[in-house]
């Protein structure tokens, strides 16, 4: 696959700050890309440095090869939609669409056919004649978005897009961009802090921690190999206990030894999703491994139950997922004893 973007050791400080610490990633021809983090982890600045808004202290920004590191911003095929979209509120929808094309002086022919073209791609047709302040605002996102795509860029890059969107209208809004840029087989870069929203657009992801990248891969490969106990903890949710692994089990006080996929020695986190955690009246056979402990918390969720166990000696409680579907469900109650299995390939042993 095409690299379009490459960043090489890029270091950027802020006086003494380094809010960018040699980080090496590609982008590929075609590809959604995430930058995801918690927030000031240097998401915003590593994309302005791929759009030539800041200049890194160090390192290379390529593109399609070429290095780009002195190549102004507006000289390079790349697009960027901010949060705050930034449309001319006096004109209308296609006006503000057209304007860019008009400022590059492209024939009215030509000009025309594309406005026609993007607004039918992005669903404006029907609203070419309203101005900003009649729209609503997942309406005023595709219009931002419209303006930004007509331009063809190499790349679009989007800081947080979907921020000043309500739940249901971003999740809507996800699925919307994501088939845009299947569609027009664009590369898109987009910065969120929201790990869910990653997930569900992106081909991969980078996962940022202070400036650094912690891991870069798909999802899947995120939520199932997590490379640190930070990933672990950032995609998804999980349970973690601290021990000491040796002898290919992790022993944890209290509890005993955790059988896993080990390899390692030494302190250790072991790692066990809510979602493989099995609940039983009984202590059952068949499984790796078998604790038990005392429900401290029901939460129901419309798919299932979060059951929330008191393990012995464990400072955190451990969350299990009881799926609503389960063909023998235990019986769950509150205060009551209840054993938790698991197996061995299901959990992941995590340096410390
Ligand atoms: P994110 O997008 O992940 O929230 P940013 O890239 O905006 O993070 O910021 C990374 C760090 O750099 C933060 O600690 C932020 O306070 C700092 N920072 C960002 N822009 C500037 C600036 N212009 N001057 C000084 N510090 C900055």
């Avoid at 270091?11 to 075609?30: Q, W």
């Amino acid at each position: 696959m095409t690299n379009v973007i490459q960043l090489k050791n890029i270091l950027l400080k802020y006086g003494n700050y380094t809010a960018i610490d040699s980080v090496s990633v590609d982008f590929r021809e075609g590809e959604f890309f995430a930058l995801l983090g918690p927030s000031g982890c240097g998401k915003s600045s590593l994309l302005r440095i791929v759009a030539g808004f800041v200049d890194p202290t160090e390192g290379e920004v390529l593109l399609d090869g070429k290095d780009m590191t002195n190549v102004p911003a507006r000289l390079r095929p790349i697009n960027m939609m901010f949060q705050s979209y930034a449309l001319f509120p006096h004109m209308s929808v296609e006006q503000n669409v057209r304007y860019g094309l008009e400022m590059a002086k492209l024939p009215e022919a030509e000009i025309k056919a594309r406005v026609g073209e993007i607004l039918e791609t992005t669903h404006l047709s029907s609203m070419a004649r309203r101005r900003p302040n009649q729209l609503s605002g997942g309406q005023r996102q595709r219009v931002a978005l419209a303006r930004a795509l007509i331009m063809r860029p190499r790349v679009l890059l989007l800081d947080e897009p979907l921020g000043a969107l309500d739940k249901k209208l971003r999740e809507a809004m996800q699925l919307e961009l994501k088939r845009l840029q299947h569609e027009m087989g664009l590369t898109f870069v987009v910065v969120t802090h929201d790990q869910e929203e990653a997930l569900v657009m992106a081909d991969r992801i980078a996962l940022m921690k202070a400036g650094r990248i912690e891991q870069v891969g798909s999802a899947a490969e995120l939520y199932e190999r997590p490379a640190s106990r930070f990933v672990a903890d950032f995609i998804g949710r999980t349970n973690f206990f601290d021990g000491v692994a040796n002898d290919g089990k992790v022993g944890v006080q209290h509890l005993g030894e955790l059988i896993g996929d080990v390899e390692a020695a030494g302190p250790v986190t072991y790692s066990v999703r809510p979602e493989w955690i099995r609940l039983f009246n009984r202590r059952p056979v068949d499984y790796d491994n078998c604790v038990e402990g005392v429900v401290e918390e029901v939460n129901y969720h419309g798919q299932g139950e979060n059951v929330m166990v008191r393990l012995p000696g464990q400072p955190q409680l451990v969350t299990v997922l009881k799926p609503a579907n389960e063909m023998t469900p235990a019986t769950v109650v509150h205060g009551g004893k209840i054993w938790l299995a698991w197996n061995g390939r299901d959990a992941r042993i995590l340096s410390r």
